[in-house]
């Protein structure tokens, strides 16, 4: 056998612009920045304690009823399992395509409601606006949270606290643009919603796409330059937050502020592009050897190998045909080892995912019934208006350093110290009930704390739950699993907010009614003012979220020799070792 090399010419034109857009616009970086942007939009549901007051005063609703409401919010936000099934049949342009049209119909008929442009709507079809609203964000993070875990799958920590990160900042962000677009009106944040999330969608929706793999020798540090601008960003915004909160800003300065934050959110392009550029540089200045390969006597030999594997192929079928393993013990008995890729029965019928639900159910459950009632919270306990803003900023804000925290100090912890993920896990439940408990007893100024606390660990919980997801089931139906593992927290967010700290305010807002000799029917808006209005519920809160903190040590336990090991082997074996990543012909 005889080997001749040929070499090609270097790619002519390197200096014109549209070649290198075409390699830009389908390269894997450009495809992030645009992720980040998509998920920047995706976190309208955490706006819901700013915007939920004007649906509580303007449609007449008492606390249980806009908790309801509250609760299809997150039952539309958590059950992510019609756009896994979607995403597992269709391309992921339609599934961007689809989110965005689910987001814009869903909070524009909120929108029409509040303001009295159609007649009040019965509850159920408010429940169902919110619904379909929030579940839109489903959409958005299978088709950019799900593709770039596949195009970064040994980064997919730091991934997915990126771009869960900027999902967290989402409710800050859109609250800046709103304030410099329209001025303090609530009413008008639900229109914001409403268009700019789905029109983000819209541009981005054909650069959003899954990418041969390739092996990136500066990878990490790319991840770590996207973090500073992301941090700076949260910074800047919490600076922002605190000075509006002190001081009465103009329009012009809410023009200036949301401008810093508006090209904050574009640097990561200009990052993206120089990165592209390398590697188109890198691409053109190397000619590429190509070998030809003269075949003498393979033919026969390839010949003779075709004939032993297909004798193998026919003795193994007739050694095994007889005996079938059932679907029964396809899903319960013959499961494969963790880390493999596990079918959707497998994953969901398993041990491990039954305690995620559990501690999912608890951890997310409180977390987010305390985000939703931060608006309440904060008037029960005198604040005006401008402050509870600021609480939901707080959270919206410390939601991106928890989500920072977890993907990147987990990522960094797992591969130097082989600690477990599900151990980090634990440790932000048992944050979180100090948070809780801050709430339950505040003290003057608690509630600030509080809200950093609920924020952080509310954020950390998400990123890694998906990580773990992916690492025990393997990446072949993520779409699909990862939104089946927050199952839990629509059911946790009904039974704990909807069932329990709802009626129990309205109980408290009902007796002081009664000391004021008033009935239910004297007033509009069911209201209650002091620390015992939400004292009870958010004890119980508490105790909920210990209970799924030592529900999730279970996890740790079963998974600790797994995580032991090298669980990125695999991708690491079967990455290809060149360096561009080159685009579609």
């Not at 704990?496 to 129990?504: A, F, K, R």
Request: glycine share 8%; with cysteine; net charge positive.
């Amino acid at each position: 056998m005889g080997v001749t090399t040929t070499t090609t010419g270097t790619v002519s034109g390197t200096g014109k612009t549209l070649p290198f857009l075409t390699h830009l616009i389908w390269g894997r970086w450009f495809s992030l920045f645009a992720s980040f942007l998509v998920m920047a939009g995706a976190g309208a549901t955490y706006l819901f304690g700013v915007y939920s007051k004007e649906i509580k005063s303007s449609l007449g609703y008492d606390q249980t009823t806009l908790n309801l409401l509250g609760f299809f919010k997150d039952l539309g936000a958590n059950v992510g399992v019609p756009s896994g099934l979607v995403a597992e049949v269709t391309p992921t342009w339609f599934v961007l395509l689809l989110g965005s049209g689910l987001n814009f119909c869903g909070y524009f008929m909120i929108w029409l409601a509040v303001t009295n442009r159609i007649s009040k709507p019965k509850v159920w079809q408010m429940c169902l606006y919110i619904c379909i609203g929030a579940n839109s964000q489903n959409f958005a993070n299978t088709g950019a949270l799900v593709t770039s875990v596949s195009n970064f799958p040994e980064s997919r920590g730091v991934v997915l606290g990126l771009l869960k990160g900027f999902t967290g900042l989402s409710g800050a962000i859109m609250t800046q643009i709103y304030l410099a677009v329209y001025g303090n009106d609530s009413k008008s944040l639900i229109l914001l919603i409403a268009w700019l999330p789905a029109a983000i969608s819209v541009v981005f929706v054909y650069t959003i796409r899954k990418i041969s793999l390739v092996r990136q020798a500066n990878e990490l540090r790319m991840f770590y330059q996207f973090l500073y601008v992301s941090v700076f960003l949260a910074l800047f915004i919490m600076a922002m937050t605190i000075a509006q909160n002190l001081a009465t800003f103009s329009t012009s300065a809410y023009a200036g502020s949301a401008s810093v934050v508006i090209f904050l959110l574009f640097v990561p392009l200009f990052i993206s592009i120089k990165e592209e550029l390398n590697l188109w540089r890198q691409n053109n200045q190397q000619p590429v050897s190509i070998p030809e390969v003269k075949i003498d006597n393979m033919i026969d030999q390839h010949h003779e190998q075709i004939e032993q594997e297909s004798t193998n192929v026919t003795n193994l079928n007739s050694t095994d045909g007889s005996h079938k393993t059932s679907c029964f013990a396809n899903v319960f008995l013959n499961k494969p080892e963790r880390g493999e890729d596990y079918s959707i029965l497998q994953a969901l019928l398993s041990t491990d995912m039954l305690i995620l639900f559990v501690s999912t159910f608890c951890g997310l459950g409180t977390s987010l019934t305390a985000v939703d009632n931060m608006g309440q919270i904060g008037e029960s306990l005198g604040y005006p208006a401008k402050t509870i803003k600021t609480f939901v900023s707080l959270v919206s804000i410390w939601n991106y350093f928890g989500r920072i925290f977890s993907g990147f100090v987990s990522e960094i912890l797992l591969a130097k110290y082989k600690f477990p993920r599900p151990l980090m896990f634990s440790l932000v439940l048992f944050l979180s009930c100090v948070g809780l408990l801050m709430i339950a007893f505040p003290i003057p100024g608690s509630v600030y704390v509080a809200s950093i606390i609920i924020g952080f660990s509310f954020g950390a919980q998400l990123p890694l739950i998906f990580a773990i997801i992916s690492e025990l089931f393997g990446l072949k139906y993520y779409s699909t699993l990862f939104n089946c593992g927050q199952l839990g927290s629509p059911l946790g967010t009904y039974i704990l907010n909807v069932m329990v700290t709802g009626p129990l305010y309205d109980r408290e807002a009902k007796k002081e009614l009664a000391r004021k000799g008033l009935t239910r029917a004297a007033v509009k808006e069911l209201v209650c003012m002091g620390s015992h209005c939400y004292r009870l519920s958010f004890i119980i809160l508490a105790c909920v979220c210990c209970f799924g903190g030592l529900a999730s040590l279970i996890l740790v336990v079963r998974t600790r020799e797994f995580y032991n090991g090298d669980i990125y082997k695999k991708f690491r074996d079967g990455v290809q070792p060149k360096t561009p990543a080159e685009p579609p012909k």
